[in-house]
């Protein structure tokens, strides 16, 4: 998974990377210590898994070198919600279609919700059950064409899925849960 290369305890996740964006890629594999070179290849044009380690055309996307060696880096992928405003009475508005679901709301009442013009609010109540909400803001909203949003972060991991190609089975082994803790 790529994250964004900052200095700060949360790094976000990015989909992809662009050409001359610096990127982290973190990855599950054996130990490597920093200053290590590293390349990444495109393994392109392989349809079965057998014949691939063989007559694979590999191209070079990516070089760089071992940044560190850190299993507690956090790295947050952000998820936005929207609402549509349905009625306004100046700093109080009716939103819906964010979630449909009286406990939704409930849970995440306390969560700052900014609107596309910059201005920010918050939930009030829950209407009814089927998740629409009263919300209040710190100025009057001007049209009910006003958007609501809602970021929400989440926390994303490697996947599992190193092999090694030069012994031929994978080295990592994941433990089965014991019953007894």
């Known amino acids: 998974i790529y994250s964004q290369h900052t200095m700060d305890d949360k790094q976000r996740f990015e989909r992809c990377f662009k050409l ?3 990127v982290v890629a973190s990855v599950v594999a054996p130990i490597q210590f920093p200053p290590g070179p590293v390349m990444m290849f495109h393994q392109g044009g392989c349809q079965d898994d057998k014949k691939c380690l063989i007559n694979s055309s590999l191209t070079l996307v990516a070089t760089g070198s071992i940044h560190s060696v850190d299993p507690d880096r956090l790295i947050v992928k952000r998820i936005v ?3 549509q405003l349905f009625e306004v009475n100046e700093r109080h508005a009716f939103v819906r279609y964010m979630f449909f679901e009286s406990d939704d709301i409930r849970c995440f009442k306390s969560i700052y919700l900014p609107t596309k013009s910059g201005i920010s609010g918050y939930i009030l ?3 009814g059950s089927d998740g629409c909400m009263k919300c209040i803001f710190e100025k009057p ?4 064409d006003e958007v609501v949003f809602m970021f929400l972060y989440k926390r994303v991991f490697p996947k599992l899925t190193y092999s090694s190609i030069l012994h031929g089975k994978p080295e990592i082994t994941i433990p089965s849960m014991n019953s007894n803790c």
Do not use: D, E, H, N
């Open 20 to 22: 001359g964006q610096t």
């Open 81 to 83: 919600l929207s609402g």
């Open 125 to 127: 109540q829950s209407l």
């Open 141 to 144: 909203l001007s049209s009910q």
